[in-house]
């Protein structure tokens, strides 16, 4: 037996969002969107967001326009407006605990956040949510499952980071879902404390290797 939490970063995206939420309910699991601020913006998709908050997955942010890594970005006043613009986007669909996600091609690295990033996750008391399993499924529409399985099953409890994007990986989805409860996964929306270094805006294990040095 292995523990399993599902997020799906990166939409909300025509057909795919509500595919993916067709799928979850129909196996009965609940998940977290970390959803884009500029997609969210276009109001023929919040609707897609706002479907998978009534239908009880949690809602975080995961930047306004994921372009550049947070670490990357030198300016001060662009750093704070890809947390804050997003986080206004969202609104009330916002879990209590205000999720963010960084990003950075998969990888859990320096360039995930910069110094104002970190002041301003901890000022404004959110949740940083890592990952511990990344399949690829953007690389990979078929061969991700596999190691998702791999993944899963080589650690208690796995917090894998999946895309609601129109890669075509999500037509797997189901299959995934499926056979991952046959080999004993149990599925869990919460996450895995060792994938949050900064809880409410505390920042609660070590979280220096996810930010880049100041100059
Ligand atoms: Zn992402």
Redesign the pocket.
């Known amino acids: 037996m292995f523990d399993l939490t599902l997020t799906f970063?990166?939409g909300p995206e025509p057909v795919v969002t509500d595919f993916v939420l067709d799928t979850l309910a129909r196996h009965d699991i609940h998940a977290t969107f970390?959803v884009l601020g500029h997609k969210l913006a276009m109001p023929e998709r919040r609707r897609l967001t706002e479907r998978a908050h009534a239908e009880g997955h949690w809602i975080g942010n995961?930047t306004w326009s994921?372009v550049t890594p947070l670490g990357m970005l030198d300016d001060p006043g662009e750093t704070e407006a890809e947390i804050n613009r997003t986080q206004a986007e969202i609104g009330a669909l916002a879990h209590p605990r205000r999720y963010f996600r960084p990003?950075g091609g998969g990888k859990l690295s320096e360039r995930l956040l910069n110094q104002t990033a970190l002041d301003l996750l901890q000022r404004e008391h959110f949740t940083c949510v890592l990952w511990n399993a990344v399949p690829r499924d953007w690389e990979d529409a078929d061969g991700w499952v596999a190691r998702a399985f791999e993944q899963a099953a080589s650690q208690p409890w796995t917090l894998m980071v999946l895309?609601d994007l129109p890669t075509g990986a999500m037509k797997n989805l189901d299959r995934f879902l499926g056979e991952a409860r046959d080999r004993g996964a149990r599925f869990r929306q919460d996450f895995p404390p060792a994938c949050m270094p900064l809880l409410d805006g505390k920042i609660v294990a070590p979280i220096d290797d996810y930010v880049t040095a100041a100059d």
């Open positions: 970063d990166n970390f995961h994921h990003f895309h």
